[in-house]
């Protein structure tokens, strides 16, 4: 996968969390969870593209981090919904294990981004 598609993938992630977290009921409980989800999961895609106007390598590396991390958090949320029966799991699942590949995916890179400037940092 490319810069642009894991770009336009993050995007998609986060508007399908908007409309996930426009259908949890407007009670506290879901208006709670419907704005952590909200902050975690939009920040999926604006991190992702900041971390590829990154100026430099270590810069890159830190926004990745902070990709995964609100990856794996906006999961986190999906799962709670789920277990308080907020939303059906065939609502949520979906986008659920799409936030866990993304973890995945930006985890990796990060590794790798990290791998590659410990070489090139001992040539």
């Known amino acids: 996968m490319d810069t642009q598609e894991l ?6 992630f986060s508007l399908r969390v908007i409309k996930l977290v426009g259908a949890l009921p407007n009670t506290v409980t879901g208006r709670a969870i419907g704005n952590q989800l909200v902050r975690s999961g939009t920040s999926v895609g604006a991190n992702y593209r900041a971390a ?41 699942e979906s986008l659920h294990r799409e936030a866990g590949e993304l973890t995945a995916i930006v985890a990796a890179s990060r590794i790798s981004a990290s791998r590659n400037r410990a070489k090139a940092q001992r040539k």
């Open 52 to 92: 590829c106007r990154g100026r430099s390598t270590a810069e890159f590396i830190a926004k990745l981090g902070t990709v995964e991390e609100e990856a794996d958090e906006s999961a986190f949320w999906m799962e709670l919904i789920m277990d308080d029966g907020l939303l059906s799991k065939e609502l949520v």
């Open 7 to 12: 770009k336009d993938r993050t995007k998609h």
